[in-house]
């Protein structure tokens, strides 16, 4: 399983979004989305993008007020794992044009179901953003 | 009934509703989420679908983004997820997905619904499905549900297909048994000319071939031509994992993809491809000399990169290169020492571990020292991992990089100096371990253990505390080589003694004993009567070690300890020739005075002073452990205990005969001094390392219950308080036992660090009697240079420089051997001296997962080679045979359909005859390949997959190669 979590967090350390793909008790994600955010928050920009936290490898990037952490195992490619979160903003600025935390916020189920379409089982499976919003657009045109 | 459902629709709160609301809450967030949840909990009972399913909607964002618990509702989720309705299920198999487990009793009762969605005509029905199952699938819905994602791996809505296929990953990790079914359909798929499903199916390989890649290796053909052809940079990254692992397994396989992956780093524009190359070729393709060359070359780019992460990951990169290619690192040395400056923690410590894999023992003392100048300078986490690295580097293999031990037990002490230092259990573990395996260190121990000791201001850092252990340990020990005994007592009887835990506080008392019983020896020993030849005997211990260490004879009296002492001294006259020259006025550690060390040859007057300073010693310590009997530490209790009860017993007899004749002396002599020889003999065992596997040797005695519960235990001692471990229990009891005025001190002293050095003078005025000299205390400022001097940025370069240089050296002092003095005897033990190697190979974790697949693909793929009689191999057939003989019918079922969709024109009704048993399968798999053969020869090539295996089939045809090769068929690329 390449990829254990997604998060989103803005700069106050509110969460925005968690998806985990193992289980993990709500005590032990609570504990560890705050050891992760207070680690990778106090980062600057000068140092890397990577910090390594108990058995995961945490890749994270910023966009504007909002950290994309990813948690993976330690075999994954850190690179290409910040391009899938840049492929994910990307993705979500393609479907809500010019995307920010309010819509995150707000079509929460809907970054689920693009995070759905792009990663199961921890596995990334499409990387295409035209495939991933096909079904979203289908779902908002038959509603 | 339907009016109340309309109202509650009507003015239930939507999600959106909710998240407004909260963004204007005045009531707090906590407040305000559980009057939601309370709402929600009204709402959710509601039969109507649309409010349950609004309600649910609302709790699974609460729990996702606020942490609500939602397992309460997991009935509802299943009622939800039943729902007709797309919206509806849509929003219970979300929540289902984030708050079902193993545990969750309902799960049992989602089966069928399920099994009912998988099979659906809408794909978004399967869809969710798939992505439940993929989430809490258990062996049971695994196994219960593995026809139904069978089929979807091959249907043709690609939609649904990529999915499933990553679906499999997780059933076969619940239930082995589906690989049979399963597996070849999935080999399919990666055939498959749809990018999607390709993307997918490596993705499953790739985490199928992290975990046992052996099994994976008859499908190298695929893999290569996927590295080959495909343009996703995705997916080649993927597939080459994949050739990471393969790659080390067989030598040819490395052979053939070494081009494609150079030529991937050389032309790819994409950072993380060329990296994937780089570590690939780093780890699997290490014995390929151009293609390290290439990607130590990419390295270098990386490692002086702008971008913090490329720095990182090419740092991280030389690291795994580090065993094999010693010499990219010392190629980039520059980079990496530079890196140990860097703004960024993670950088700085990769750098770290880089710098030591450099270390030799030619120069590790110099880059040790220009380390812990790094060390004084960072932040503490940084300073610790400096000085873990160091330590961790040295120890390795036995102290096998350390020559000179006396310089590396000096630095031991040095790091123990550093404020910052919270290593101190492996310096304490490093300090006792030196001391037992290298006798030639134990003089400089002992004098490094004294600087610790002697200085008061150490026990007050809690992180200290175990290398004062430590300390007190090797003074004791070894107290024979100490150039002052009484100095040494002390120090250890000191009242910030206090401060120590109870366990550390017991060693002190313990190394008490025993110097007292060195020093009551020696006193002894001198009164012998054999007069003048032992003037200046117990100082001049010194000058007689050191004399003696010339004279390998000598040497190993000395060292076996006190009890060869007597001999010692009468073997070596040149002891009494040159009392004078004591080696400790040499060194300028004058203390002679003190304890009465006078070169006057008046046997009486020293005799005298002796006593008088061994009377005195043994007041102080009945002095300052008579409050220590009322400890509530059993052990530091007993041991005080014991040596005050020998101290009264002493006392007794020596001021007894002090005015009285010489006669009556000797003879009272006699009985003390036949108490302190069977105490001495106690001692002078040499103590050795012990072997990790030593327990293990030892015979549990009959009757011995090691794994009792012990639980009554609780209730009996429930109310008696256990004294804790902390230091804070000991300290108090002890100031109310001790008199007013040194209570009172005590607490100043506790009150802050910064009063210590004024409260210390106080101190020593008003209690001279049991301090240590005043002068030396003062001397040890001086000899350390404090660890928070700042020292300018310039010198952070000149040091950086320095280690440049430094590294330079290691490439040609390797060979050079500049050893000034041989390098001391370590002790070694023959067995169990390495601790057992903590990072063992990932062991193909699921044995019935791994024996499943190879059965699939060896009978599948390689019919032929496997009638091959292969013994291991059989054995694990009988296994999973034995497996499927065990499982019930259904997985037979399942055998069957596999085989009714296999076009199999030929034998039609072989499927009836097969029972399961892989002896008939493999059988008609041979008859197919022949088919497929036939097929081939008639030119009907269609895919690289078929070429390949028509290719291993001739190659099994030839008897010579079949006995040659292993079963993997490697060939296939060739």
Redesign the interface.
């Known amino acids: 399983m390449g990829i254990r979590f997604v998060l989103m967090v803005n700069k106050q350390g509110q969460t925005r979004l968690a998806q985990y793909y193992e289980y993990l008790t709500l005590e032990e994600r609570r504990a560890l989305e705050g050891e992760i955010v207070r680690k990778c928050l106090a980062r600057s920009d000068y140092q890397c993008s990577f910090v390594e936290h108990r058995k995961y490898k945490i890749v994270y990037r910023r966009y504007a007020s909002l950290f994309f952490l990813v948690g993976v195992d330690n075999e994954e490619n850190e690179l290409a794992i910040l391009e899938f979160i840049h492929l994910l903003v990307e993705t979500m600025d393609r479907h809500f044009g010019n995307v920010c935390e309010l819509d995150i916020m707000f079509h929460l189920e809907k970054v689920h179901f693009m995070l759905e379409e792009m990663v199961v089982n921890g596995c990334i499976v499409e990387t295409n953003k035209a495939n991933i919003l096909a079904p979203i657009q289908l779902m908002d045109k038959s509603s | 009934m339907a009016g109340s459902s309309i109202m509650e629709n009507l003015f239930q709160r939507s999600l ?1 509703d909710l ?1 407004k609301a909260m963004r204007l809450q005045l009531i707090g967030e906590s407040t305000f989420i559980s009057k939601a949840t309370e709402e929600i909990r009204r709402e959710i009972k509601s039969t109507d679908q649309q409010t349950k399913s609004t309600a649910l ?1 609302k709790l699974s ?1 609460l ?5 609500v ?1 939602m397992s309460w509702a997991s009935f509802h989720v299943v009622e939800v997820m039943s729902s007709s309705k797309f ?1 509806h299920k ?2 219970g198999y ?1 929540a289902a997905a984030q708050s079902f ?2 545990d969750t009793p309902v799960l049992l009762l989602i089966t069928n619904q399920l099994r009912k969605d998988l099979s659906s005509t809408n794909e ?1 029905e399967v ?1 969710l499905a ?2 439940l199952l ?3 699938a258990t062996l049971d819905l695994a196994r219960d549900l593995t026809t139904e994602v069978f089929k979807l791996l091959a249907t043709a809505r690609v ?1 649904v297909r ?2 499933a ?3 499999v ?2 059933v076969f990790d619940k239930y082995p048994d589906a690989v049979r079914v399963c597996f070849k359909r999935l080999v399919e798929n990666l055939e498959s000319s749809d990018p ?1 499903v390709v ?2 199916v490596i ?2 390989f ?2 199928l071939a ?1 975990k046992d890649p052996r099994s994976y290796l008859p499908l190298a053909p695929e893999f290569y031509r996927i590295l080959i052809d495909s343009k ?3 997916v080649l ?1 993927k597939v080459l ?1 994949v050739f990471a692992k393969l790659a080390p397994l067989e030598h040819r396989l490395g052979k053939r993809i070494v081009e494609p992956v150079c030529d991937h780093m050389r032309r790819s524009g994409a ?2 491809l060329v ?2 190359c780089v ?1 690939t070729v780093l780890t699997g393709l290490s014995d390929y000399d151009s293609a390290v060359q290439l990607a130590v070359e990419k390295v270098r780019e990386l490692v002086v990169d702008q971008d ?2 490329l ?3 090419g740092l991280q990169a030389l690291s795994v290169a580090a065993p094999k290619h010693l010499w990219a690192v010392l190629e980039n040395k520059e980079a990496v020492v530079k890196s140990l400056s860097d ?5 700085k410590i990769e750098s770290l571990r880089l710098l030591m894999a450099m270390v030799s023992e030619s120069h590790v003392a110099d880059i040790s020292k220009v380390l812990l100048n790094y060390a004084l300078k960072s932040d503490p986490g940084f300073c610790n991992e400096i000085l873990d690295s160091i330590l961790k580097t040295c120890c390795n293999n036995v102290y096998e990089i350390v020559v000179d031990f006396d310089w590396y037990v000096s630095l031991l002490g040095e790091m123990a100096m550093i404020p910052n230092c919270q290593n101190g259990e492996e310096i304490e573990n490093q300090l006792v371990d030196i001391g037992m395996r290298v006798k030639d260190a134990r003089m400089e121990l002992v004098r490094v253990g004294r600087d610790l000791l002697i200085d008061p201001a150490l026990l007050g850092n809690v992180h200290l505390h175990r290398i004062l252990c430590a300390a007190a340990w090797v003074a004791g020990e070894y107290v024979e080589f100490a150039s002052n005994p009484f100095e040494l007592v002390d120090a250890l009887l000191q009242p910030r003694t206090s401060l120590l835990p109870p366990s550390i506080r017991a060693v002190y008392i313990n190394s008490v004993l025993k110097i007292l019983i060195f020093c009551l020896d020696c006193y002894l020993l001198q009164n012998d009567g054999s007069g003048s030849l032992y003037s200046g005997n117990l100082d001049g211990r010194q000058s007689e070690l050191f004399s003696v260490k010339n004279d390998t004879e000598a040497t190993e009296l000395a060292t076996c300890g006190g009890s060869n002492y007597e001999q010692d001294v009468g073997f070596n006259p040149r002891n009494t020739a040159e009392p004078s020259e004591d080696l400790s006025v040499e060194n300028g550690i004058d203390r002679a005075a003190m304890h009465g060390k006078t070169f006057t040859s008046n046997l009486l007057e020293k005799k005298n002073s002796m006593q008088e300073s061994i009377v005195s010693l043994l007041n102080r310590i009945e002095l300052i452990f008579g409050p220590l009997i009322a400890n509530q530490d059993v052990e530091v209790l007993e041991r005080a205990q014991n040596i005050l009860s020998l101290v009264q017993l002493i006392k007794e007899e020596i001021i007894d005969n002090s005015g009285q004749s010489v006669d009556i002396m000797e003879k009272k002599d006699t009985r003390v001094s036949a108490i302190i020889n069977s105490m001495r003999d106690a001692f002078t065992t040499e103590l050795g390392p012990v072997s990790i596997s030593a327990q293990g040797r030892v015979a549990v005695p009959d009757g011995l219950v090691l794994k009792d519960n012990l639980d009554d235990l609780q209730e009996i001692c429930g109310d008696t308080e256990l004294p804790s471990s902390s230091f804070g229990t000991g300290g108090p009891h002890l100031t109310t036992n001790s008199d007013a005025s040194s209570s009172n001190l005590l607490n100043n002293e506790e009150s802050g660090p910064l009063n210590e050095c004024t409260s210390l003078i106080e101190h020593r005025k008003r209690h001279g009697l049991y301090y240590l000299p005043t002068e030396k205390s003062e001397i040890v400022p001086d000899e350390y240079p404090r660890a928070n001097d700042p020292k300018s940025n310039s010198n952070v370069n000149d040091e950086a420089a320095e280690l440049v240089k430094l590294t330079e050296q290691s490439l040609l002092l390797k060979k050079r051997t500049n050893q000034t003095k041989p390098r001391p005897v370590v002790v070694k033990l023959d067995d169990g001296d390495i601790a057992p190697i903590s990072v063992k190979r990932p062991e193909p974790r699921d044995d019935s997962l791994s024996g499943a697949i190879k059965d699939v693909l060896l009978g599948n793929e390689t019919g032929p080679s496997v009638s091959r009689s292969y013994p291991s191999d059989k054995s694990s057939r009988k296994q999973t045979e034995k497996k499927k003989l065990s499982t019930n019918g259904r997985s037979e079922m399942k055998e069957n359909e596999v085989d009714a969709e296999k076009p199999d024109p030929e034998s039609p009704n072989s499927s009836s005859k097969n029972h399961g048993h892989s002896k008939h399968r493999r059988h008609r798999v041979k008859e197919k390949s022949v088919e497929g053969e036939e097929h081939d020869q008639r030119g009907k090539k269609k895919s690289g997959h078929h070429h390949g295996r028509r290719k291993t089939h001739q190659r099994a045809k030839s008897p010579l190669n079949v006995v040659s090769q292993t079963p993997v068929i490697p060939d296939f690329l060739l």
């Open positions: 959106e998240i909607h964002y729990s996702s983004v606020h942490g618990d919206a849509r929003i979300h487990n193993d978004f869809s798939l992505d993929s989430r809490i939609f990529k999915k296929i990553a679906v990953l997780r999607q993307t997918a993705g499953v790739c985490e992290a996703n940079n995705w990254i994992k950072k993380s990296f994937e570590r913090p992460n720095r990182y990951l703004d960024d923690l993670n950088i």
